[in-house]
């Protein structure tokens, strides 16, 4: 559904034709602006990733979160409720560190493939979590941004 702007009275016409009375003149038929320019663009704020990779990468993605400063988490009552179902898995384990003000929550969980959950907490922007993501080094990385 669409709806009709409705015709409104406009200024008559200047009768000299000077530019900068026509330049107003035309300024004052010309309607509201476009609401898209004037709309601010908000960054896209992500607050997970949940995908699978090979399970060949799991060597890379531990390496790698060491060196990140990430640690193993002591319980699975802390992650966060957006992923607290794959909590129930022994295959695996749970990591925690931060992304400067951000606290990352990584959960792995073994089977056919490798399966990733990453929860920020705040959110951040997808720029951001795809910048992390992409230092833990993992390729064929395939998953779904929450």
């Known amino acids: 559904m669409s709806r009709k702007r409705s ?9 000299s034709y000077a ?13 509201p602006g476009s609401r898209r320019a004037s709309r ?11 995908g699978h990779c090979p399970t060949s990468a799991e060597g890379k993605l531990l390496r790698r ?4 400063g990430f640690e193993r988490a002591g319980s699975a009552h802390r992650f966060p409720a957006l992923f607290r179902w794959t909590a129930r ?3 695996g384990g749970s990591f925690v560190g931060r992304l400067g003000e951000t606290r990352v929550q990584i959960r792995l969980r ?3 493939s490798l399966q990733l959950h990453v929860a920020f907490v705040p959110r951040v922007s997808y720029r951001r979590a795809a910048k ?3 230092r833990l080094g993992l390729r064929r990385l395939e998953g779904a941004w929450k």
């Open 132 to 134: 992390f993501l992409s």
């Open 65 to 68: 979160l060491r060196e990140f």
């Open 89 to 91: 898995s022994a295959d």
């Open 110 to 112: 073994k089977g056919a």
């Open 7 to 15: 015709a409104g009275t406009f200024p008559e016409p200047p009768w």
């Open 40 to 50: 601010v663009r908000r960054p896209l704020r992500v607050k997970g990733f949940a």
């Open 19 to 31: 530019p900068s009375e026509v330049e107003e003149w035309l300024a004052s038929t010309a309607g």
